[in-house]
């Protein structure tokens, strides 16, 4: 019997891919620009920079992971259990957290502080991936349970 997709979590996971598509084109114009001859020759400067690259490509990997990995869980597959859904949107929570915040500091700086305190909530987007992979885990050591008759 097919299962039925999603379409919340299907939509909403595009929407994150669609962000990340845009804050990636974004970051790689603003954060690869070149650094003029001062700026390389300045150890501190070069160093972060270099971190912040660093940070971003972080937040991408695990941002475009756990968008695809939402995306799995919408279902719409007769192998994908409607019980993975949560794992899904716990997914998203984190990516919007967790990337979310990275992206936000590395592309606002200080520029706008009350932005920039999302990167604060980053820790909390770490646990909501955690705790999408654990639904996963639980819910696929556990036995599948007989389908239930609509009413």
Do not use: C
């Given at each position: 019997?097919?299962?039925?997709?999603?379409?919340?979590?299907?939509?909403?996971g595009?929407?994150f891919?669609?962000?990340?598509t845009?804050?990636g084109?974004?970051?790689s114009h603003m954060l690869?620009?070149?650094l003029?001859?001062?700026?390389?020759?300045?150890?501190?400067?070069?160093?972060?920079?270099t971190e912040?690259?660093?940070?971003w490509n972080t937040?991408?990997?695990?941002g475009?992971?756990h968008?695809?990995?939402?995306?799995?869980?919408?279902g719409g597959?007769?192998?994908?259990?409607r019980?993975?859904?949560p794992?899904?949107w716990?997914?998203?929570?984190?990516?919007?957290?967790f990337?979310?915040?990275?992206?936000?500091?590395?592309?606002l700086g200080?520029?706008f502080?009350?932005?920039?305190?999302l990167?604060?909530?980053?820790?909390?987007?770490?646990a909501?991936f955690?705790?999408?992979?654990?639904?996963?885990l639980?819910?696929g050591?556990?036995?599948?349970?007989?389908?239930?008759?609509?009413?």
């Amino acid at each position: 019997m097919p299962r039925e997709m999603d379409r919340r979590l299907l939509a909403a996971g595009a929407l994150f891919g669609l962000g990340l598509t845009i804050a990636g084109a974004a970051g790689s114009h603003m954060l690869y620009l070149p650094l003029t001859s001062k700026e390389l020759n300045d150890g501190q400067v070069l160093l972060e920079h270099t971190e912040k690259i660093a940070t971003w490509n972080t937040a991408m990997i695990f941002g475009w992971a756990h968008t695809l990995a939402s995306l799995w869980t919408a279902g719409g597959s007769p192998s994908i259990s409607r019980r993975f859904r949560p794992a899904g949107w716990l997914f998203l929570t984190g990516v919007a957290l967790f990337s979310g915040g990275i992206i936000s500091r590395a592309i606002l700086g200080e520029n706008f502080p009350a932005l920039t305190r999302l990167s604060s909530l980053t820790p909390f987007g770490g646990a909501a991936f955690i705790a999408g992979w654990l639904v996963l885990l639980v819910e696929g050591i556990r036995p599948a349970r007989p389908p239930q008759p609509r009413a």
